[in-house]
């Protein structure tokens, strides 16, 4: 076995897991958010900058707002699911070096001047995060509905008014319902993807 990750891990994280698209009425606790959290904050991200922002939405009002956003075929699974998680690039998050980067005095000096550079490392390491939430969701034992059919500018007039974040995705969570699963796709060979220099 060339993995150390014993099967049900695999199978949990990877081979069994899928994007939901129905859930169960089981609500998910802010305890369980709280624990997928302080799982998925130690995957890295470049000088561990760690700019991935996440806004629970929990209150009907907050909901309808967000529905309001979503593509006429995400509206219907997002309003239904236990709960949403709107996960957003925070392009300030230099601010927040100082503390996170300790050992590099003036670090926060890099990112200043050049707002379009610092918005991209923002949405790609934030993006980075993206993904390692929704394996902390599954390593919850829940399943993640993450969705990009969306307006983000929407979405970011609603719910981050301050304009320093990017929508990246929606994530619903909650345990899968009936039905909640497609048919899998086909996933690309070894050979198609890896090659060696």
Do not use: C
Not at 12 to 17: D, E, G, K, Q
Not at 76 to 81: L, W
Not at 90 to 95: A, E
């Amino acid at each position: 076995m060339s993995l150390v990750l014993d099967n049900h891990a695999q199978d949990l994280l990877f081979r069994s897991a899928r994007t939901a698209n129905t859930f169960t009425d089981e609500p998910v606790t802010d305890e369980q958010v709280r624990a997928i959290y302080d799982l998925v904050k130690y995957a890295p991200t470049s000088l561990n900058m760690q700019p991935l922002r996440v806004v629970l939405v929990r209150s009907e009002q907050a909901r309808e707002r967000l529905v309001e956003q979503m593509a006429d075929g995400n509206k219907d699974k997002t309003g239904k699911a236990p709960l949403v998680a709107i996960l957003a690039a925070d392009t300030n998050f230099h601010d927040r070096l100082p503390d996170l980067f300790p050992h590099a005095p003036g670090i926060r000096d890099w990112f200043t001047g050049d707002d379009a550079a610092r918005a991209h490392t923002a949405q790609f390491n934030a993006a980075l995060q993206v993904g390692y939430f929704i394996l902390g969701v599954r390593a919850a034992g829940l399943a993640a509905g993450p969705m990009t059919g969306f307006d983000a500018t929407g979405i970011e007039k609603e719910f981050f008014t301050d304009g320093q974040h990017r929508v990246l995705a929606v994530v619903n969570i909650g345990k899968p319902g009936e039905g909640a699963w497609y048919d899998r796709n086909p996933r690309l060979a070894y050979d198609d993807v890896v090659k060696t220099a």
